[in-house]
């Protein structure tokens, strides 16, 4: 088949979701084109089968907002005619369904059939996409679409409750490479903590929804009972925050702030423990990714959380807010060294089950009865 993946570029889930989906499309020989405003942060170009096309946004002093939804509709339609795609597959709903649905319309004037599917992931449902200002374009760009899906199951309901929705949602959960995510890698803990120290993990793009400052006082908990380093993992809005709230706690020698890694797996494999304190996340793939790790998971119980992490086997879920609570289940791992073995081997066995060998065929088969429609 001829893919193109409409995707945001940055560091987040979305992205990287859209990115693995599309590489590991291409290694299975289908021909898969990017199309977004940069070359996505985890996208190797190593593969024949695999391009990169560049939305360019043309300014002019009348503009004060870049209209980036006409570039992008318009340079779909030139990669579609151009490279004969059979279908175009639109990460995060905003702007990217209603671009591919606009390009379909233009496609379809030139006697050209491009369905689209659109894969919804998590705040494009839950915060933004709610807003008045968006609600009436992505609830008619989703019932517009070839095929949707949810990346859970409890964010398939949000989607359902929030908005009129008149057509079929298939969860297709996140998924994981299980031989690039494994328990043992070439890192050496020594690079970020004293010997006999904790290793403890954060990774997200820092903004409002993650909570960060739950991390850092559940850390600060924590390191009172054990020896440990915070890792925090990524960068956004909160960052400031972070960094102020550990100078506030006396905290600077134990919290390293990494920025935006492009190899998380390599500080993953050397964590103890990975906190995600949420205030929604429709999936939570960074909490899959520590798992596959061989990393227990300490979050809240939001959103499609409780689908990936299950309480007292691969981790613990709180509510949300709950600090207390999250550094004594920290503690009872950390304190405790043949459960957070046991821990460690139970979140390897769960993340086996999103690996993406068993996931990738989820979205081929939606592919192929969209085509055959
Ligand atoms: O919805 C977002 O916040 C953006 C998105 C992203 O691009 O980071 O994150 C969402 O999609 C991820 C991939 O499907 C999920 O793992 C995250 O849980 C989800 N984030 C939220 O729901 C807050």
Known sequence: MRIGIICYPTFGGSGVVATELGMGLARKGHEVHFISYSKPFRLDIDNEHVFFHEVPVTDYPLFDFLPYE???TSKLVDVCIHHNLDLL???YAIPHASSAYLAKQILQSKQRNVPFITTLHGTDITLVGRDPSYLPVIEFAVNASDAVTTVSDDLRKD??????????IEVVPNFIDSALYKPSCECSRIDYGAEGERLITHISNFRPVKRIADVIRTFYRIQKEVPARLL?????????LAEDMVAELGLEHQVLFLGKVKNVEQILCISDLFLLPSETESFGLSALEAMASGTPVISTNSGGLPEVNIHGYTG????????DQMASYALELLKDQQKLAQFRHQARQQAARFDIHAILPM????YEKVLAN
């Open 70 to 72: 006409i570039s992008l």
């Open 89 to 91: 597959h639109a990460h």
């Open 316 to 323: 613990y879920l709180t509510p949300v807010g709950a600090v």
């Open 159 to 168: 989607t359902l409750r929030f908005f009129q929705i008149t057509r079929a």
């Open 232 to 240: 925090l993992v990524g960068d956004g809005p909160d960052a400031q």
């Open 363 to 366: 979205y081929e088969a939606i």
